[in-house]
């Protein structure tokens, strides 16, 4: 048993970057997309209203570098990326994998985009 302060049991991290007017790349907040833009403060807003604020902590991060697919957040443990979010598909996220401990996989990165990854060890210098 141990009393210190507990550790979050998920970090979720919601990519913020959004590409200036005119940049043909794609980017997860887009100007033209209301919605894109109010997702990080609606997973906030439906953590904190399900009390689970206390231990799970949202993180605004930059590109994750799978703009093509955004909006897109990593939930962390796990390596799961979830990718063309909206407020529904988060509100889905949050009851059936971080309450209910489901990945919700119709809305995970496709395999081809999200290959194993390469141990550091196997490039380091
Ligand atoms: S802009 Fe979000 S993954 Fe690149």
């Given at each position: 048993m141990t009393n210190g302060v507990p550790q979050p049991a998920f970090y979720i991290f919601k990519c913020q970057q959004s590409a200036p007017p005119g940049m043909p790349k794609p980017s997860c907040v887009r100007q033209d997309d209301p919605e894109s833009q109010q997702l990080f403060q609606h997973l906030g807003q439906q953590l904190m209203m399900k009390g689970l604020i206390q231990t799970v902590m949202p993180i605004q991060t930059?590109?994750?570098?799978?703009?093509?697919?955004?909006?897109?957040?990593?939930?962390?443990?796990?390596?799961?990326?979830?990718?063309?979010?909206?407020?529904?598909?988060?509100?889905?996220?949050?009851?059936?994998?971080?309450?209910?401990?489901?990945?919700?996989?119709?809305?995970?990165?496709?395999?081809?985009?999200?290959?194993?990854?390469?141990?550091?060890?196997?490039v380091a210098q």
């Open positions: 930059g590109c994750l570098g799978r703009c093509q697919l955004g909006p897109v957040m990593l939930v962390e443990p796990g390596h799961t990326m979830y990718v063309g979010l909206t407020k529904a598909k988060i509100d889905r996220i949050i009851d059936e994998h971080i309450i209910g401990g489901n990945i919700v996989e119709e809305y995970v990165v496709p395999e081809e985009m999200w290959g194993e990854p390469i141990a550091p060890a196997a």
